[in-house]
T-cell receptor
Framework: QKEVEQNSGPLSVPEGAIASLNCTYS??????FFWYRQYSGKSPELIMF????GDKEDGRFTAQLNKASQYVSLLIRDSQPSDSATYLC????????????FGAGTRLTVKP | DAGVIQSPRHEVTEMGQEVTLRCKPI?????LFWYRQTMMRGLELLIY????????DSGMPEDRFSAKMPNASFSTLKIQPSEPRDSAVYFC??????????????FGEGSWLTVV
């Protein structure tokens, strides 16, 4: 079992729709959870992070965390063509090691 | 503030040659990470350092790979000898171990390596 698993996609949504990206993780010691966006040929850039169970909103983005289910998701509302990218889920321990592990990424295409 | 700086940005080398990739982390960051990204395997953690000390190198694929961090502002990843299967994008990243920003790691622009 991979440490961080994501739906490989590709995921295609029309402009203005909600895009839903999902991620599960295996390490119960994970304490911080991140969503990165990576455009083709570029480095990953942070969208948002979440520590606590529940929802965290930042503009059009909402991250959801359920530690009991070891599940993290990212919702993108009012999707725009500029949101077309690969979205990487990452988890990080803060004790007993402090590395960050990434999922394989989900490729999202937003069609005008 | 300058971000993570990597060099070279692009390198094409012949099989068997030594390759050295360089990284300057963000000033004040105490963690430095080396990742490799390929289409097949995604973003893999190779090794990470805390306060210049290697903490976990279990992701280093073979003895041909080595990494050093002689001081807080410089790290190298060396491949000797290089092989075509080492062709990938190598990212260096840095972070604070604790504190604000959710312990976010910040990536350099990557070193695109092609071994022919």
């Amino acid at each position: 079992q991979k440490e961080v698993e994501q739906n490989s996609g590709p995921l295609s949504v029309p402009e203005g729709a909600i895009a839903s990206l999902n991620c599960t993780y295996s390490d119960r010691g994970s304490q911080s959870f991140f969503w990165y966006r990576q455009y083709s040929g570029k480095s990953p850039e942070l969208i948002m992070f979440i520590y606590s169970n529940g929802d965290k909103e930042d503009g059009r983005f909402t991250a959801q965390l359920n530690k009991a289910s070891q599940y993290v998701s990212l919702l993108i509302r009012d999707s725009q063509p500029s949101d077309s990218a690969t979205y990487l889920c990452a988890v990080r321990r803060l004790v007993m090691g402090n590395d960050m592990r990434f999922g394989a990424g989900t490729r999202l295409t937003v069609k005008p | 503030d300058a971000g993570v700086i990597q060099s070279p940005r692009h390198e094409v080398t012949e099989m068997g040659q030594e390759v050295t990739l360089r990284c300057k982390p963000i000033s004040g960051h105490d963690y430095l990470f080396w990742y490799r990204q390929t289409m097949m395997r995604g973003l893999e953690l190779l090794i990470y350092f805390n306060n210049n000390v290697p903490i976990d190198d279990s992701g280093m694929p073979e003895d041909r790979f080595s990494a050093k961090m002689p001081n807080a502002s410089f790290s190298t990843l060396k491949i000797q000898p290089s092989e075509p299967r080492d062709s990938a994008v190598y990212f260096c990243a840095s972070s604070l171990g604790t504190g604000g920003g959710g312990n976010t790691i910040y990536f350099g622009e990557g070193s695109w390596l092609t071994v022919v």
